[in-house]
């Protein structure tokens, strides 16, 4: 069982920027995918961005290189770095892990295994 923890959600205005945070509990998979996601009330959970153990990255089209997701293999964490925020990112982020995996172009319709609890992003305009 792998846990994981989100971190470094708050409030901001729009324009902002922030950082978040995942931290994983050992785990010991050849390869493996992790990912940030996204859900807004009354909204669809939507995936912001993937990486896997082999270094290849995928992220949402609403992105448009706002965002940067990176992870520190030795401290088992993953991050998302977060730039010109605006108020159509205000959402309840997720970290999530999916074991023997690499991120395709439909990474996010894959299972993930593990899921983190949430930081909230709020952005206001």
């Not at 390869?31 to 996204?38: K, N, P, S």
């Not at 074991?99 to 305009?125: E, I, K, L, M, P």
Request: charged share 20%.
């Amino acid at each position: 069982q792998v846990q994981l923890m989100e971190s470094g959600g708050g409030s901001v205005q729009a324009g902002g920027s922030l950082k978040l945070s995942c931290a994983a509990s050992s785990f010991r998979y050849n390869y493996y995918c992790m990912g940030w996601f996204r859900q807004a009330p009354g909204k669809e959970r939507e995936g912001v961005a993937g990486i896997d153990s082999e270094g290849g990255v995928r992220y949402g089209d609403f992105v448009k290189g706002r965002f940067t997701i990176s992870r520190d293999n030795a401290k088992n964490m993953l991050y998302l770095e977060m730039n010109k925020l605006t108020s159509e990112d205000t959402a309840m982020y997720y970290c999530a892990l999916r074991s023997y995996c690499t991120v395709g172009s439909a990474w996010y319709r894959y299972t993930f295994d593990f899921w983190g609890h949430g930081t909230q992003v709020t952005v206001s305009s």
